[in-house]
């Protein structure tokens, strides 16, 4: 294993509670230069994958490996690019989610959904849904100033900061002193499913409440449905999730409609969690207490864009938004024009890493008790992989030798075997300096 690789699992797998020495029963496979990045994109990938792995054979009590394919890493991490309905190519971007050139600088704008279609348009002062009408309308303005009209409308835009910029952010600077993730023990109910007589485990499977979308909540659930949960997506009526995003991620999942204003489906909502083991949502912070989400025993998970605290912890967001927020977008990116990740990696990782800790969060529920809620953002992921998460060093396959043309540093002969040599036996020299002669001569 890569120790880059192993290292960053391990980091996750601490994060997670998870014993150190089930890291070693992981084993990476496939081929390499995937989702290709100047941060370690596929580390992060490899890493939150790994860790779902091992809390799903932790949790079933399993003695095998766990497995991880860079080929088959690197294909979910863009699993909606992939999609086919009926042959059919998705569509994963609308026209107005897209980077915008401002009076200053860039905005990145999200409008895939009609409501959030209208509160930019509307932000604007734009009254035709077309490219050109908002092209002109943002190029008027300071970036920063579409950003802020947009979420006072009900939109999503963001301006594009570099690392710098948001690292002197109040957000961004809240994201920082905070860990990846949280896991609390909020008090010592008996796990939902053992809450029958005689304290025996109802039977039958897992049963994982999905209140997300778009994508990592819908990525996390969709792993635990692959391990045998029965997971049930809830959506309102009147605002499903688009088509193309639910048809990708939803595979292994049962989904109902709820309309929470109507009292007989807000009964039917609380009929579902008296009976769930494990709630997953994407709503911003404070929705389980105004909702009356809360039950005790249950395995709580709350995944946001960024995070429930701070100036933005309100705020709605997603992966490409928080790549432009947080100075990933330009690093990314050129003198010219920002860039972005091959992969919506925040989402990805974070809905495997997700997984991981609901499972992690079951495993010690099961000998301990407690109602358990866990806790990660978008932002918190982009931090981890632009700051803490360890990165390949060319130093480390590096050495110094001296020789006739001083201290030369070069890189050490990637060909080794045991018992093998580790390094030449004499340093380069200057041109034409030997006899044309065999050194045993």
Known sequence: MDNTVRTGTELLWSALGGDPALVDRVA??????????????????????AVAGLAAVERGGLPGRVRVDDGAVATAFVSERHLRVGGRAPVNFA???????????????????????????????????????????????????????????????????????????????????????????????????????????????????????????????????????????IDPPGNPELPDQHADTNVGKRTAALDLDRPADRRALDALLDEADVLVTGYRPGALERFGLHRAGLVIARISAWGDYGPWGERRGFDSLVQVATGIAAAEGSADEPGALPA????????????????????????????????????????????????????????????????????????????????????????GGDDPVWSGA
């Open 95 to 233: 026209p107005l989610s897209r980077f915008w050139k401002a009076s200053d600088g860039w905005v990145r704008t999200h409008a895939n959904y009609p409501h959030h279609r209208a509160a930019l348009l509307s932000a604007l002062g734009v009254r035709e849904e077309s490219v050109e009408a908002v092209e002109a309308a943002i190029a008027e303005r300071r970036a920063v100033e579409v950003e802020t009209a947009a979420y006072a409308a009900g939109g999503l835009a963001v301006a594009l900061r570099t690392p710098e910029e948001w690292a002197a952010h109040e957000q961004g600077r809240e994201v920082a002193a905070r860990p990846l993730l949280t896991r609390e023990r909020l008090d010592d109910a008996a796990p939902a499913g053992k809450r029958r007589p005689g304290g025996k485990r109802r039977p039958g499977p897992l049963r994982v409440l999905d209140l997300t979308r778009v994508l990592a909540g819908p990525v996390a659930t969709r792993t635990l449905a692959l391990l045998g949960a029965d997971v049930l997506r």
């Open 344 to 431: 919506q990696a925040l989402d990805h990782g974070s809905g495997y890493l997700l997984a991981a800790a609901v499972l992690r969060s079951l495993t010690e529920q099961e000998s301990e008790g407690g109602t358990r809620l866990v806790r990660l953002a978008l932002a918190q992921t982009g931090h981890w992989l632009a700051h803490a998460l360890p990165r390949y060093v060319p130093e480390d396959h590096l050495t110094e030798t001296s020789g006739p043309l001083g201290l030369l540093r070069h890189a050490v002969s990637p060909v080794r075997y045991e018992g093998g040599p580790t390094a030449w036996s004499r340093p380069p020299g200057r041109q």
């Open 28 to 49: 990476f496979t496939g081929p390499s230069g995937l989702l290709p990045a100047r941060l370690p994109v596929m580390d992060l990938a490899r890493a939150t994958v």
